[in-house]
Structures are given as C-alpha cells and as structure tokens.
C-alpha cells in the first residue's frame, strides 16, 4: 500500500471541450471541483458528464498524477476527474487498483491511457499537449460504489497487467503518442 493525496476531484454535469478549441471552451460554472463525489460501480461518478453513458461505462472514471500536471494548471483545465500525488498512474494500465480515503476503498479497473488532445493547448497553453503526452492520466472503469474525498488516502495495486484488447499490447507503452481526446 502506498500514501497518496487527493489533492482535486472534478465532476463537471456538461462536456466543455466540444467542438473547435479555437472557438474555447463552452459555457459552464466558474468551478467544478468538489471535495468529495460518489462512485458507482459500472456508472462512474454521479453528477459527471459521462455517468452512466453507454459509450463511456468502460472508461467513466479519469485519474491523473500531479506530478505531471503543468505549473499553474488544474483539473479545470485538463478535465480529468481525479488528481492524486504520489503515484505514477500513467504506468498502471491493465491494472486494478484501490483508493481509500477513510471511508472503505474503491476499486477501479484500469483500462487505457488517457491522451491529451488539442484542447489542451488551448486550456493550459501552447504545447501542452505534446508535453502531457504519456503522462495525460487514465481512462478507468470502477468496479465497486463508494465514495472519494480530499485529502491523504491509501492506494493499492490489487491485480497485475491484464492481456487483450483492453490491457497493454505487444510493442506498445501506456500512455505512448497517438490521436484521442480529453
């Protein structure tokens, strides 16, 4: 087990990156940070713009190591759901990990990385987006309700690399050069 913080949770009810970057981000209250949010096994988090959306039940959840995060830029700007210090998570993908900030762990199956896309040199500035590039987060599916707050919390590794179509591939790295969006 290892010591993490929390250090942001996101849930955003509306997506704010459609369309042209260009054009800039859509509309929406000033911030949509929260201390704490509810987990859904197979939903992802309530409120959230893609909980329970069939097209995203595999991929609901968005963590995010601050370590890789831009010098004055947060999750307003990067649009992933969880900022954990302390982990390397863009290296646990095809994992199942568990995060537990005091109130019973969460368990959340990780499933691909989550590639920064265009936006990102809009929102945080001008080569973020090659710069956050293996290091943009992951995509996860949780796999058991419970809820996430601020503040220190343990995280674990429960299950190793999965093999197939949703684990790593042969010759590739998590988090590698390629198109997708925040």
């Keep these: 087990m290892t010591q993490v913080e929390v250090l942001q949770l996101l849930v955003s009810p509306a997506h704010r990156l459609a369309g042209r970057p260009s054009d800039g981000p859509s509309p ?25 959306r069939p097209a995203h039940r595999n991929a609901a959840v968005t963590l995010m190591a601050a370590e ?9 700007h990067t649009r992933r759901n969880v900022l954990l210090r302390g982990v ?36 945080i500035g001008p080569g973020a ?3 956050l590039r293996g290091r943009g987060g992951v995509r996860c599916t949780p796999l058991s ?21 949703e684990g ?6 998590p988090g590698g050069p390629a198109g997708g969006g925040a």
């Design 145 to 165: 309700d419970g809820v996430l707050t601020l503040g220190p919390a343990t995280f674990q590794v429960v299950a190793g690399p999965t093999k197939g179509p």
């Design 129 to 131: 987006q090659r710069a």
């Design 28 to 52: 929406g209250p000033p911030d949509e940070r929260v201390t704490r949010v509810e987990v859904r096994r197979g939903l992802g988090l309530v409120g959230d713009r893609y909980y329970a």
């Design 168 to 173: 790593p591939r042969a010759g590739s790295r």
């Design 88 to 123: 390397d998570v863009d290296s646990l993908v095809g994992t199942t990990i568990s995060l537990d900030c005091g109130t019973g762990p969460v368990v959340f199956e990780v499933k691909r990385p989550a590639r920064p896309c265009a936006w990102m040199d809009v929102t």
């Design 68 to 76: 890789n995060l831009p010098a004055g830029a947060d999750l307003r």
